[in-house]
């Protein structure tokens, strides 16, 4: 009976300790395509400011796309991390 | 101590509004990446608000503005004054006989007053050893990222006219 507990706890442990990598690995993701983001936007204002119009929407369009990565990253965290604390 | 905080058998609501102070205090990774989320949602907005002005904001009208007489100033002189309003110092470069060029006197850079060397023939910026073209304003050297603003000018008899900004 104790040794159950004790296998019911390490299985329970190391869900979590997946569910924990996945999720600081989905987190990093989100961290490096917001730097992305942030070079993305000052490019794109710098090259409007100088009258280069042309990378504007270029610009906008990766920046979405971008977007659409955190968000997706995003709800993958949510997942695992309801998943890993089911009962 | 449990690797995921709280795996409590309470509702997710009742996790993120603890009572408890210190708990509230507390950010998740999943708070955390949402955060981040959130952030990207606003860099793509920046980014959606410069398309906008780009392609849907109304192209600005300039006054035209008498700034000098023909031949007030000699060859490679040069000639203070404002334009489009008061606030905006330009710069009037008789580059030679027949050439006169004008620009923003705010650098690109930190909006330090750029002044012009007849020595090296540039503009230059003291502040971070910026310099520009006195021919088009384009960067030669220096942190500056972008050309100077040039003032579009015309001739209207014996008065130079200053009628409008490029690269502003």
Redesign the interface.
């Known amino acids: 009976m104790a040794n159950l507990e004790r296998d019911m706890a390490n299985l329970e ?1 190391s869900r ?2 997946r ?2 990598v996945a ?2 690995g ?2 990093t993701l ?2 490096i ?2 730097i992305v ?2 070079w ?2 000052n490019a ?3 090259a ?4 280069h ?1 042309g990378a ?2 270029p ?2 369009i990766f ?2 796309l ?2 659409l990565g ?2 997706a ?2 709800l993958f ?2 997942r695992v ?2 998943e ?2 089911k ?1 | 101590m449990p690797l995921l905080r709280s795996p409590s058998k309470e509702p997710l609501w009742k996790d993120e509004f603890s009572v408890f102070t210190s708990d509230e205090r507390y950010v998740t990774r999943r708070q955390f990446t949402q955060f981040l989320t959130l952030a990207s949602l606003g860099m793509f907005v920046g980014n959606l608000w410069i398309l906008v002005k780009a392609y849907f904001a109304k192209a600005p009208s300039f006054p035209s503005v008498a700034v000098a007489e023909m031949g007030e100033i000699p060859v490679r002189g040069v000639k203070l004054f404002t334009y489009p309003t008061e606030r905006d110092h330009c710069i009037l470069i008789r580059a030679s006989e027949e050439e006169y060029v004008a620009y923003s006197q705010k650098c690109t850079h930190l909006s330090c007053a750029v002044y012009f060397s007849a020595k090296e023939d540039r503009l230059e910026c003291p502040c971070h050893r910026g310099f520009f073209s006195v021919k088009d304003g384009s960067v030669l050297q220096g942190p500056p990222p972008r050309p100077l603003p040039r003032i579009t000018l015309e001739r209207d008899g014996a008065r130079l006219l200053a009628v409008g900004v490029k690269g502003s």
Do not use: K, N
């Open positions: 442990r979590q300790r569910g924990l999720i600081s989905a987190m989100v961290v395509f917001l983001q942030i993305l936007l794109t204002l710098e409007f400011l100088a009258g119009t504007v929407l610009g906008a920046s979405g971008v977007f955190c968000l990253l995003d965290v949510m991390d309801r890993s604390r009962p």
